[in-house]
């Protein structure tokens, strides 16, 4: 039974020896074998490897992929005309030398973006005082971005290389301080408020200008319109009155009392109305007075 058990101890031992010498590294990595603090190896490629177990060796992983360094802070930078703005900004790097790397810059990927922040913030902070801010927002922006990946470059591959290569350098924002903006911002605002009023105002004038020539051709027309009715009405009147005229001529009896009684409807119209006259000698109520009254006329 113990030489049972002494058999499974040491093939559980020789099983764990056996695995602390197998490593496999990632395609998106670097494999760096340290033999007793000291880079022995760097694999580059991917798959299974071996080492002696520690503490003779060990190892660690550095990511070769294309990674992405974002400006962390928004501290204001001075342009040529001494105005204090603020970049954002990106970059894209990637570890191409591992064995360098960990030599002149750290054992990690954040050791890089720390020390590669540095390095990028001065460039846009030398660049950024060559220029206006119009400049900066328009016709040198890929300039300044062309000459800050062309400094960084030169500082990471110097006389101590940094084991890594700088593939780009964006600027993703340019803008005055958080101040400077408010007051931009206040005064735009003000400017679109008067440009508002005056747009209002001139709008009212104009309304104003339309409606009271609306109003004088309203009342032209309206004048045109009754000439045009009186000057009918009267020619209409003109011809009742010819052809009341020819009718009334031919029997000056019957004109007298169709005029009689258009006379007595225009006088006893309402119920309220009195007269006081003498039927007898008014000439007013002839035609009430039967057709002996009216006869002599017509003997004549």
Avoid: C, H
């Amino acid at each position: 039974m113990n030489k049972i058990g002494f058999i499974v101890t040491t093939a559980l031992v020789a099983l764990a020896l056996l695995s602390s010498t197998l490593f496999v590294v990632d395609q998106r990595q670097f494999g760096v074998v340290y033999a007793l603090g000291q880079i022995k190896e760097v694999i580059t490629e991917p798959g299974l490897n071996f080492k002696l177990p520690p503490p003779f060796q060990n190892v660690s992983y550095i990511d070769k992929r294309l990674l992405t360094l974002d400006s962390p802070d928004t501290e204001p930078m001075l342009t040529l005309e001494k105005q204090r703005v603020v970049i954002d900004w990106f970059v894209r790097w990637r570890i191409t030398e591992p064995s360098q790397y960990i030599r002149n810059v750290g054992l990690d990927e954040a050791a890089g973006a720390n020390q590669l922040n540095r390095v990028v913030r001065n460039a846009f902070q030398e660049e950024v005082n060559r220029f206006t801010v119009r400049e900066l927002l328009s016709t040198k922006r890929d300039q300044v971005m062309s000459d800050v990946k062309r400094e960084v470059l030169q500082a990471v591959k110097g006389a101590k290389p940094w084991g890594i290569d700088v593939v780009d350098v964006r600027i993703t924002r340019v803008d005055y301080v958080e101040a400077i903006t408010e007051s931009v911002y206040r005064r735009m605002e003000a400017e679109r408020k008067r440009v508002a009023n005056e747009l209002r105002s001139t709008g009212a004038a104009e309304g104003e200008k339309i409606r009271a020539d609306a109003d004088r051709q309203r009342e032209v027309t309206i004048a045109n319109a009754y000439r045009d009715a009186q000057k009918i009405k009267g020619e209409g009147d003109g011809q009742a009155a010819a052809i009341y005229g020819e009718a009334f001529g031919r029997d000056a009896q019957f004109a007298q009392f169709y005029r009689s009684l258009d006379a007595y409807k225009a006088t006893f119209n309402k119920k309220a109305d009195v007269m006081v006259l003498d039927p007898a000698n008014s000439e007013f109520f002839k035609a009430f007075r039967g057709s002996g009254a009216t006869a002599a006329p017509a003997k004549k």
